[in-house]
């Protein structure tokens, strides 16, 4: 009876591991689009227009992350952060890319969540942070 109880209690403390197991480094997917649009999966992102992004590999996430940064002649113009089922206005309101005067620009998005300070689970918004997880990365150009 003894080992079957241990048995059990092995099975279930197992269950909750590898439940609660954090996504690893490129296991996710992520891809841009322009909401809103009939074909978006091929219609080009602009600037001050909407960018949303499809992705995987966040269910077991509380609190995945997507950066979008965009360049012109290599230098950032424009970085936001947000969650993945935020719509950014590529340029937000005020960026280097708005005082250029906007023009096309070479963008890329990141999935990615943060790690707490131990490392062994998701940052929980309280207390350091040890560093980020990148799930995906992508890449697409938005005209000026």
Same mark, same amino acid.
């Given at each position: 009876?003894?080992?079957?109880?241990?048995?059990?209690?092995?099975?279930?403390?197992?269950?909750?591991?590898?439940?609660?197991?954090?996504?690893?480094?490129?296991?996710?997917?992520?891809?841009?689009?322009?909401p809103g649009?009939?074909?978006?999966t091929?219609?080009?992102?602009?600037?001050?227009?909407?960018?949303?992004?499809?992705?995987?590999?966040?269910?077991k996430?509380?609190?995945?992350?997507?950066?979008?940064? &965009?360049?012109?002649?290599?230098?950032?113009v424009?970085?936001?952060?947000g969650?993945?089922?935020?719509?950014?206005?590529?340029?937000?309101?005020?960026?280097?890319?708005?005082?250029?005067?906007?023009?096309?620009?070479t &963008?890329?998005?990141?999935?990615?969540?943060?790690?707490?300070?131990n490392?062994?689970?998701?940052?929980?918004?309280?207390?350091?942070q040890?560093?980020?997880?990148?799930?995906?990365?992508?890449?697409?150009?938005?005209?000026?």
């Amino acid at each position: 009876m003894k080992t079957l109880i241990a048995f059990g209690l092995a099975l279930v403390f197992a269950g909750v591991a590898f439940a609660g197991a954090l996504p690893s480094s490129n296991s996710g997917t992520i891809s841009a689009y322009v909401p809103g649009v009939v074909g978006a999966t091929t219609t080009q992102p602009t600037y001050k227009g909407s960018v949303a992004f499809h992705t995987t590999g966040t269910s077991k996430l509380k609190n995945p992350r997507v950066w979008v940064a &965009c360049y012109q002649g290599g230098a950032l113009v424009y970085g936001e952060g947000g969650s993945p089922s935020v719509v950014f206005k590529l340029g937000g309101d005020m960026s280097t890319w708005v005082i250029n005067g906007g023009g096309a620009a070479t &963008c890329t998005a990141d999935l990615y969540y943060i790690l707490s300070a131990n490392g062994t689970g998701e940052w929980n918004g309280k207390g350091a942070q040890g560093g980020n997880v990148y799930l995906a990365h992508t890449g697409f150009n938005a005209a000026g």
